[in-house]
């Protein structure tokens, strides 16, 4: 059963300015001239608490724009920390053909901010190589602060959740021998949205279907319960060793199924379309391009 959309918090470019509003079925509520004030971006709106407040004003508003007339932004733009767990689902640690069970604790790297393009944007191909790759991911957006969070509590800590498409440069990954920071950080190499999702329960999180096509075709397809670290472990686990602040952003893991894995490889080439969709969040969608350099 299709999980309905709930309401959505969107960060967007429109008349030359960025902007924040809500999405709604006639469209999008633009809500920066109302709180532009108190408020830069989402970010901030996710720091002061105020997610709920500002989703509650655009109710039975007109909508300002169509979404067709706007240029859809990164949901939180500036975070401290952009977060990604890697091999977190059973058939992808398999993928690895390495003979290694598991590993006990998860894979873990940065990415910064300017790596990810909007939803409708398209992702870019370097010169430099040709093996751009696509992984959707499920994202949680911390809005409550902490250290040493327990998993109990880890849940209290979720302000909303998006989509990302963790698109990677294969062969830089392999440039060096213990980090993939390289293939993972390229200009507009991958995405995140399309709009924020308020978290509220668990069932948004804990056994959700997500899925990645290509050109419509089903590439990569796998249910959250199955992942090997769930969403309280790696709240849990990441605050551990660093305070989690309002606004960061965790990329959770890819199921099997990324471009690299088929025999041979299928890299993305412009004119291709990436679709990441998971239950009650939504669809993330972005095309390919070569960067003109």
Not at 104 to 119: D, L, N, Q, V
Not at 281 to 289: H, K, Y
Request: charged share 25%; glycine share 10%; with cysteine.
């Amino acid at each position: 059963m299709t999980r309905p959309i709930p309401a959505r918090a969107v960060a967007f470019h429109a008349n030359g300015a960025d902007r924040f509003g809500v999405l709604t079925e006639a469209g999008i509520v633009d809500l920066t001239p109302e709180y532009g004030a108190r408020f830069t971006g989402l970010k901030e709106v996710i720091e002061a608490g105020a997610l709920a407040e500002v989703i509650a004003a655009a109710e039975g508003r007109a909508a300002t724009f169509a979404e067709d007339e706007v240029r859809f932004l990164i949901p939180v733009a500036n975070p401290e920390k952009l977060i990604c767990i890697g091999v977190n689902f059973p058939d992808r640690n398999a993928e690895y053909k390495d003979g290694q069970e598991a590993p006990g604790k998860p894979s873990m790297f940065i990415r910064f901010p300017r790596s990810f393009a909007g939803h409708g944007e398209n992702l870019v191909r370097p010169p430099e190589s040709p093996q751009l790759d696509y992984e959707g991911e499920v994202t949680i957006v911390i809005g409550k602060g902490g250290r040493r969070i327990s998993r109990e509590d880890a849940y209290d800590h979720i302000a909303a959740i998006t989509l990302c498409n963790e698109g990677t440069i294969r062969d830089w990954v392999r440039h060096a021998k213990f980090n993939v920071t390289q293939g993972k950080n390229w200009d507009k190499s991958g995405s995140i949205g399309p709009w924020l999702v308020p978290f509220t329960s668990a069932d948004q999180l804990d056994d959700i279907k997500l899925e990645t096509r290509v050109n419509g075709e089903v590439r990569q397809q796998d249910r959250t319960g199955r992942m090997m670290y769930d969403f309280r472990y790696i709240v849990n686990y990441i605050s551990t060793f660093t305070t989690l602040v309002p606004g960061d952003v965790i990329v959770c893991g890819t199921p099997t199924g990324a471009g690299a894995r088929f025999d041979p490889p299928i890299w993305l080439k412009p004119g291709d379309v990436i679709e990441v969709e998971a239950e009650g969040i939504g669809i993330l969608r972005n095309g390919v391009e070569d960067e003109q350099c």
